[in-house]
């Protein structure tokens, strides 16, 4: 076989083929193994990145979720919020003066009716601001007592790898075939690039 032939042909097929495989092996490597491999006849021990670092990740998305995406005073300023109580307290307020409503006899004058039920409204609504406000008490008095930072640690701990693999390549798909097939093309490159060095050399 003519030695340019291998020089510009093989050489970058090699490459491609190299920089296409080296890649996807960097990508399964980080899920797999699952669980510790020892490398026969040796004390070395594989496992894919995130598996072996799980304990290590879980701490650290714990506290960056802690402190930066729902930390205790981000709870606070979502409890306080005084359109969302209102809405609450709106909420609540006709769902009890519906049933009130339904349970209110018929027979009765409309002139006795819609004063009776005006009053009952009043009371309900106060009452309910009355509770409302000792309830936000009571849940910020709990909030402060939630372990933010424990309750995602233990469910990172948990996550099943297998589900993670199939949840991140399902989402990321056409990102993980674009790292593959970059390093096809990279590979390509760089064998032609050799290959035209080899036969700049071999004249």
Request: charged share 25%; no cysteine.
């Given at each position: 076989?003519?030695?340019?032939?291998?020089?510009?042909l093989i050489l970058?097929?090699?490459?491609?083929?190299?920089?296409?495989?080296?890649?996807?092996?960097?990508?399964?490597?980080?899920?797999?193994?699952?669980?510790?491999?020892?490398?026969?006849?040796?004390?070395?021990?594989?496992?894919?990145?995130?598996?072996?670092?799980?304990?290590?990740?879980?701490?650290?998305?714990?506290?960056?979720?802690?402190?930066?995406?729902?930390?205790?005073?981000?709870?606070?300023?979502?409890?306080?919020?005084?359109?969302?109580?209102?809405?609450?307290?709106?909420?609540?307020?006709?769902?009890?003066?519906?049933?009130?409503?339904?349970?209110?006899?018929?027979?009765?004058?409309?002139?006795?009716?819609?004063?009776?039920?005006?009053?009952?409204?009043d009371i309900v609504?106060?009452?309910?601001?009355?509770?409302?406000?000792?309830?936000?008490d009571d849940i910020?008095?709990?909030?402060?007592?939630?372990?933010?930072?424990?309750?995602?640690?233990?469910?990172?701990?948990?996550?099943?790898?297998?589900?993670?693999?199939?949840?991140?390549?399902?989402?990321?798909?056409?990102?993980?075939?674009?790292?593959?097939?970059?390093?096809?093309?990279?590979?390509?490159?760089?064998?032609?690039?050799?290959?035209?060095?080899?036969?700049?050399?071999?004249?």
């Amino acid at each position: 076989m003519n030695r340019y032939v291998v020089d510009f042909l093989i050489l970058p097929l090699i490459g491609a083929l190299h920089g296409w495989i080296t890649n996807k092996l960097a990508i399964w490597l980080l899920f797999n193994p699952k669980n510790p491999y020892r490398v026969w006849g040796t004390r070395w021990q594989i496992q894919g990145v995130l598996p072996k670092r799980k304990e290590n990740i879980a701490n650290s998305l714990a506290e960056v979720v802690e402190t930066d995406l729902l930390s205790q005073e981000d709870i606070k300023k979502f409890i306080k919020d005084a359109e969302l109580l209102q809405q609450a307290t709106k909420m609540i307020h006709e769902r009890i003066m519906e049933r009130v409503e339904v349970q209110f006899p018929r027979w009765m004058p409309t002139a006795i009716r819609i004063p009776a039920l005006e009053y009952i409204s009043d009371i309900v609504s106060k009452e309910l601001n009355h509770l409302i406000h000792n309830l936000y008490d009571d849940i910020e008095r709990l909030q402060n007592m939630i372990p933010i930072r424990q309750i995602v640690h233990d469910r990172l701990i948990q996550l099943d790898f297998v589900e993670l693999e199939q949840l991140v390549r399902k989402v990321a798909r056409q990102e993980l075939t674009f790292i593959e097939w970059l390093g096809f093309y990279m590979g390509l490159g760089i064998g032609l690039v050799q290959g035209v060095f080899l036969i700049i050399i071999g004249h």
